[in-house]
């Protein structure tokens, strides 16, 4: 099992951008699929981004599309996500969280979770 720290978040107004991290310990990382998930306070926890194992191939949340950018450094154990042009219903914990599966936009198909980086987008 891999163990999962973020990092990155903070408070930032509507149109910023931010640089979320997530550091992954054990040797292998680079066998996982990762991905991003945020939840909002009173919402359910919700698919944002995910990666592939090689970083050849990401995929999306409908609501972050064209803003938001995922990427990995297996040589670093580290993925990260890049979100532009943040607006106020962006604002949420942001989790990192791996998978043995392929492609998976689902909570239950993701085995390891970091504990979450609060990111707070004023208006």
């Known amino acids: 099992q891999v163990q999962l720290v973020e990092s990155g978040g903070g408070l930032v107004q509507a149109g910023g951008s931010l640089r979320l991290s997530c550091a992954a310990s054990?040797?292998?990382?680079?066998?996982?699929?990762m991905g991003w998930f945020r939840q909002a306070p009173g919402k359910e926890r919700e698919f944002a981004a995910g990666?592939?194992?090689?970083?050849?191939?990401?995929w999306y949340g409908d609501l972050v599309k064209g803003r938001f950018t995922i990427s990995r450094d297996n040589a670093g154990n580290t993925i990260y996500l890049q979100m532009n042009s943040l607006k106020p219903e962006d604002t949420a914990v942001y989790y990192c969280?791996?998978?043995?599966?392929?492609?998976?936009?689902?909570?239950?198909?993701?085995?390891?979770w970091g504990q979450g980086t609060q990111v707070t987008v004023s208006s």
């Open positions: 054990g040797r292998t990382f680079s066998s996982y699929t």
């Open positions: 969280a791996a998978s043995f599966r392929g492609r998976p936009r689902n909570e239950g198909d993701f085995d390891s």
């Open positions: 990666i592939s194992w090689s970083g050849d191939t990401t």
